[in-house]
């Protein structure tokens, strides 16, 4: 921008105020159409254009006359090309800096931006050689990064999918013809996502990795069902298409279950919305596809694989023939048998083990942490610090120097990537995105090198004592968890905001005071503060209303010169210059140095816009130490003070702002923040560890007792508030999807006794949820919760299975006992395969093999623990719930439901 930079003693002995110079360069540099003028034949265009050739030409702008004689601009200003007045500084690695954010477009591809960034980053010429360029803060590292995990762990996890069917199978053949399944799967579900409008990120990838285990169960059923079919001496051709037949049912409501289980997060809102429905629609797609494969792709394949014609021979691979020699499986089919046998002879006491079990694993459940989003070491965290309010910037920029000191002695180096320190407030719009509320705040960006060995909360807990012992005057707060918590946390420094809300500003801080002490005493917080401070430094100005009248003034003037003086015209009365050289626009600020300001008295000195007076005689000239003034008394009714205006004379005495307001310091907020319209402050909460919601708890249960002046409201938000709307959303889904998927297999299955007993593996899946999070101090948050309903759906899976065979069985005559013994030693190689498929796929999104894979693996972690403990106790326990369901029912030999052929118009 142009800058005016006035010179207030010479504007005194000229009578000058401000306002006679915004006019007066305003009124000289203009460039507008004056219409047209026809002249002859012609139509003449006319252009006023008084614009300013060259900035320095700014000075000879006369700006008013004064007994008969030009005040130039020079005589009173200096017009130079410079910037606004400096509130904001920007060190980078204890340097001076100049910190330009780069914000893309919504639905903008984040890495093609970047990468666009760089590229223009390189092609800068003309810089001078001592000046470099560099990027500070590159969010397309943690994206590669995020999606270069979820890809190694994609494809470890597929590894050892595979790795397990070989190992049950014994064939190398039906081994690829199960992989081949992943990636057809997987490009469909990418097809589906590019449709939908979807994007390939951190959620949609998370969803694929999740089914990468799962996308391999429908081709498992399909080809352990042909191998069974085959051994029966059935060709290939034969074989493929009675297996299918026999599973289409079953897998079609195994389809529909993992639909059901996803569809109630479409109704979710909010940010869990905005997260979870990509990754619901991920799994959706993959899962969609993996059936239709199942059924057309897998059937063909296995017929090619594996063909053989009526009586001939079939060949078969070294591996699979010493695979079979052994025989290791049988062994454990006929172990199991003999354990069903045994549960079958003692039901009431399985049914009372298995309830004690579940009782027991609830009541370990309070035990469980719960926050909103696991925490991630991005390596990096944020550093908040407060002075004393009203600390000029320079003063906290020394401040935050001692810090960084501090910090690089605290940091081993090798620990130590760099520091980036934002001081103070920025000017414009940038001020919506920093959470700084004035020059005595600061935060610091500190990142940790790639390999660090110490964790970034220990290198916290170390620096908040550190802190607190070097810096006992400062207030500071710590942000961890990267830009997935700010999303989260709406951008708030704390977990939890406590917000008082009240129609008077002071009871609320009275209250907030309160709440904050209270809130300090609980066990488990840490960093609680209020974020609107009380005691900024104020000057209250008090216009003599009848004194500026007499003077030709009102508090408008009054108000005018003091805001441009301080803070320039741009916002009340801006002025532009364009350069005609290159035709860009530039700001004309008039503003007082910051130099000219730097006393009391040099504040109240600052003229004010007056009308014309008589110049006092030496010997009534203002007394610079008295307040107000000692003007003579010039038929005035004040005892003291200027002379009042007379008319034809050209001549006037400078008007001074001590001439006509009484000034008073005082104190007072330096924001003031509103919530649904009340005046509002915010005590903001840490909390140290992974357990937000007993936090969150015990301060709502402190809060219910607290007694509240009247019309005071407190009501607790931030990151608490939407993991218990989250937590609500899922308590009100999770018998949504139980009762849509109870009610779809109703349809199906054409009973209401089987789908019942098939839900009740449900409960059996959650006592494995439960104590997997409990023995690995995981916390319940809304991705444990995710995996939840996928391994509700993997459950009740396994339960299809095994209850539609116990069922043919009975249609074909056998006893109930018997039937489900045979289904449970035909389909325990399906459910083994396909359950601890799905395991090792998730094994290494469980175990964290990158950096960013702890945002997955809560969710890899609940569905292992409920697939470990739902398997075998499926196996045990439905088949026991089955035979007492169909002995009370006296329905055990004539079941209700369809032949899977029956239903779907076959033979």
Known sequence: ???????????????????????????????????????????????????????????????????????????????????????????????????????????????????????????????????????????????????R???????LGGGLACLMVWLFLGSFRSTVRILLSIPLSLCAAFVGLYFTGQTINIMTLGGLALTVGRLVDNAIVVVENTHRHMAMGKTSMQAAEDAVKEVAL????????????????????????????????????????SFIESLTVAPVAMERLLRRRHGERRTEGRFTVLWNRLNLFDPFVEGYVRVLRWCLSHKAMVVVVVAVIFVGSLAMAPRLATEFFPKVDTGQFILNLAAPEGTRVEKTEAIVAQIEQLLRKEIPPSDLDQIVANIGLPHGWMVLYTPINGPHQAFLLVNLAKDHRLRTDAVIAQLRDRLAQEFPGLKFSFQ???????????????????????????????????????VARIPGTTEVQIRQGMDYPELHLDVQRTKAAYLG?????????????????????????????????????????????????????????????????????????????????????????????????????PVMLRDLVDVTRKSGPETVDHYNLQRTMDVLV???????????????????????????????????????????????????????????????????LDPFIIM????????????????????????????????????????VLLVDF??????????????????????????????????????????????????????????????????????????????????????SGDPTILDASQAGGGR
């Open 1 to 147: 921008q142009v800058t005016v930079f006035l010179d207030r003693d010479r504007m005194l002995a000229r009578s000058i105020s401000t306002h006679d110079i915004v006019e007066a360069v305003n009124a000289q540099s203009l460039l507008l159409p004056a219409g047209n003028v026809k002249i002859g034949e012609l139509d003449y265009n006319v252009y006023t254009n008084s614009m300013i050739k060259v900035v320095d030409q700014m000075n000879d702008i006369p700006v008013k006359m004064v007994n008969g004689v030009p005040v130039f601009l020079r005589d009173v200003a200096k017009a130079a090309d410079s910037t606004i007045i400096q509130t904001n500084v920007v060190r980078i690695n204890g340097h001076r800096a100049v910190y330009l954010p780069i914000m893309k477009q919504a639905g903008a591809n984040a890495i093609r931006v970047i990468d666009g960034v760089k590229d223009a980053l390189t092609k800068l010429i003309g810089l001078p050689e001592d000046l470099s360029v560099a990027l500070i803060f590159d969010q397309s590292i943690y994206i590669r990064q995020a999606i």
């Open 149 to 155: 995990t979820i890809e190694h762990e994609s494809l």
């Open 250 to 289: 079953p897998m079609f409501i195994i389809t529909i279950t993992v639909f059901l289980v996803f569809l109630p997060i479409a109704f979710f809102t909010g940010i869990i919305k905005f997260l979870f429905v990509p990754l619901a629609l991920a799994v959706a797609y993959a899962m969609l596809a």
């Open 480 to 518: 961890t968890g990267g830009i997935v918590s700010d999303v989260l946390n709406f951008g708030l420094p704390a977990p939890i905001d406590i917000k008082v809300s009240g129609p008077k500003l002071a009871d609320v801080a009275e209250t907030t005071g309160r709440i904050r002490d209270l």
């Open 553 to 653: 003034l009102n508090e408008q003037h009054v108000v005018m010169d003091l805001i441009t003086g301080l803070s320039s015209n741009i916002t009340l009365n801006p002025g532009y210059w364009i350069d005609p050289k290159s035709n860009n626009a530039y700001f004309v600020a008039v503003q007082y140095p910051e130099q000219a300001l730097l006393h009391f008295e040099d504040f109240l000195n600052t003229p004010l816009t007056g009308g014309r007076v008589d110049q006092p005689s030496a010997a009534t000239a203002v007394n610079p130490t008295g307040r107000g003034g000692a003007m003579a008394l010039y038929q005035t009714p004040f005892p003291e003070g200027p002379t009042l205006p007379q008319v034809g004379t050209e001549r006037r005495a």
């Open 686 to 752: 840490g909390v140290p560890g992974n357990d937000l919601g007993r936090v969150a708890g015990k301060i709502q249960e402190q809060l219910a007792d607290f007694k509240l002046p009247k019309d005071i409201i407190v009501t607790l938000k931030g990151e608490a508030d939407s993991m218990w709307s989250a937590f609500r959303g899922f308590g009100g889904t999770l018998p949504l999807a139980m009762a849509l998927i109870y009610l779809v297999m109703v349809g199906l299955f054409r009973s209401w």
């Open 760 to 799: 009740f593996a449900v409960p059996l899946g959650l006592i494995g949820v439960i104590w997997t999070l409990l023995l690995t101090h995981t916390s319940v948050n809304v991705e444990s919760l995710i995996g939840t309903l996928m391994m509700i759906g993997i459950v009740v899976s396994n339960s």
């Open 806 to 891: 116990a069922n043919r069985r009975l249609r074909e005559g056998w006893s109930i006992e018997e039937a489900v013994v045979d289904a449970g030693r035909v389909r325990m190689r399906p459910i083994l395969m396909t359950s601890l498929a799905t395991i090792m796929g998730l094994l290494p999104m469980a175990v964290g093999v990158g950096e960013g894979s702890e945002t997955n693996m809560p969710l890899a972690k609940a569905v292992i623990g409920g697939l470990l403990v739902s398997t075998f106790m499926t196996l045990l326990f439905v088949p026991v719930l089955h035979v007492i369901a169909r002995t009370r029912s006296g329905d």
